[in-house]
């Protein structure tokens, strides 16, 4: 995730990001500005036909296409906010979990208290790499007898954490060092972690739908190559500049869209769970100990 002032307006203005839509679209728009200056070019000089253009259709298709970018440019946004509140709940719930444990748990076993520490960090880096369909075990803590090939060969790697997490508290009750009210809500705090972790999942697994996606790509496109020939007669020459920027503004929209819908990638507005995850193993590291 990229972090700027947004109150800096000729920065913004000005620079260009590896990942900005000007630069990702610039081989179309030079294609499209090709494209316009060789109609008007072949039309008016070369042939030179009597052509009268109308920009009436197009301001019409115009207006359709942005309320659809509208509708897609939200419900992206929506994916996006999502998931940065189910990884705010991460924040939230492991904190809970950790002052929970820290209270409950013998305080002079420190392996024990690392253990717990170890799985429950863990259990977020883990959790940041599956929905990335990675597994990166150099970013994990270790405990002794911690086994890294045991969890990295899971499918489910943070389920994993989670169940061992689980069977640890478990086997602290069995032997007496928690009580019954205290496993509940134990419990309950883990719960509320896979829930989350479930809920991300969703997100991920569940794109915007296949039709939709392509009939607005498609609607741009037909759009953007018919555009000369509804600018030609008023702009002439300069509708090269003009479809240009109009096609600009309607796909870095559909980009922008494409890339928040998923945020848990690497992507520049995608979601900083790399840091969070690192925020969330300091936090617990202060509440419980290393």
């Known amino acids: 995730m990229v972090n700027y002032n947004p109150k800096d307006w000729v920065k913004l203005i000005l620079q260009f990001h590896k990942n900005d839509t000007m630069r990702m679209l610039l081989p179309a728009m030079l294609v499209l500005g090709a494209f316009t200056g060789l109609a ?13 253009s109308s920009p009436i259709v197009h301001s019409l298709l115009g207006f359709v296409i942005s309320l659809l970018l509208v509708f897609r440019t939200n419900t992206g946004y929506d994916r996006w906010w999502e998931g940065r509140k189910l990884w705010g709940g991460f924040v939230n719930s492991s904190r809970n979990l950790c002052i929970k444990l820290n209270a409950f748990l013998p305080v002079d076993d420190s392996a024990l208290r690392r253990k717990m520490r170890v799985l429950l960090s863990n259990y977020f880096f883990a ?51 928690l009580t019954d009210p205290q496993l509940l809500v134990l419990t309950e705090e883990l719960r509320n972690i896979t829930d989350n972790m479930g809920a991300c999942e969703r997100i991920r697994n569940t794109p915007i739908p296949y039709s939709y996606n ?31 920027f109009i096609f600009y503004a309607f796909a870095s929209l559909e980009l922008l869209a494409e890339e928040i819908e998923d945020p848990f990638g690497t992507d520049a507005n995608d979601l900083p769970t790399d840091d969070l995850a690192k925020k969330i193993r300091e936090n617990l590291k202060e509440i419980i100990g290393e």
Not at 214 to 239: A, C, Q
């Open 40 to 52: 008007e070019f072949l039309i008016k000089d070369v042939f030179e036909v009597d052509y009268k």
């Open 214 to 244: 392509m009939f607005l790509k498609k609607v741009i496109f037909i759009y953007s190559i018919t555009l000369p020939f509804g600018l030609l007669t008023d702009f002439g020459y300069w509708s090269v500049l003009c479809s240009m």
């Open 127 to 177: 959790a940041k790499s599956h929905l990335r369909n990675q597994t990166n075990e150099d970013e994990w803590d270790t405990y002794e007898g911690f086994d890294a090939e045991e969890f990295a060969t899971k499918v489910h790697t943070p389920n994993a954490f989670a169940a061992q997490l689980m069977i640890e508290i478990n086997e602290q009750y069995r032997r007496g060092h």
